[in-house]
């Protein structure tokens, strides 16, 4: 049967990934359209038909196709009532946690990760890579303070910024970025993942090749 909800993605993809949970973890029905980025699918033209902006994840709500991660999860959460803020003074501070991570947490993570393990050795700048894990530090201090007072992100309950922010999280062990500095987070994390439904990318997306 198909279902109406399907999404463009893949396996490596922490951005799909925060969308791919959302429907996880909400049991919602979906089908996943691999996305061949690595032999440069999103640059294809017909590919930016899809999303002109040539970026995974892609929702295709039946005809509605929508983009940015961010966008998706909050189209999501109104869609199905699930993990959305309970009042306005907390749908602003979930607004304020996707668009930090969206600019100091995601972007740091998901270029040195890609800088790190899946550029060519000979094309890998160990300068610039180490400029972007050094920002993403810097954002980890800042959630690991936060999560230090709190179970989760926003309010009392799992909300889309939690999964927005763990996109990039659950693959830190493959490029070798150190979580010990950020104890909260690990502890957060492990909550996460303990939850119904939850499944590490990989087991979730198409397209990895183990
Ligand atoms: N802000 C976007 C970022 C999406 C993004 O960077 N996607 C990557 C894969 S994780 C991509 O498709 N990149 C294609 C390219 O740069 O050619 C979102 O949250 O959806």
Redesign the pocket.
Known sequence: MTKDLKLYCFAQ????YKVALFLSLTGTPWEPIFVD?FKGE??SDHYRKINPM????VLADKSNLI????VILQYLSLKTGMFKASNKDLDLEIQRWLLWD?YKLTPNL?TGRFMSIFLPKEKRNEAVIDFLFGRAKTAMKVLDSHLGKRQFVVGDQLTIADLSIAGYLFFTDEFKFDMSPYPNVINWKKNLSGLKNWKHPYDLMPGHPL
């Open positions: 993809s922490g951005n799909a980025f999103t640059k040539g970026e995974v994840p983009t940015q991660s961010g969206n998901a």
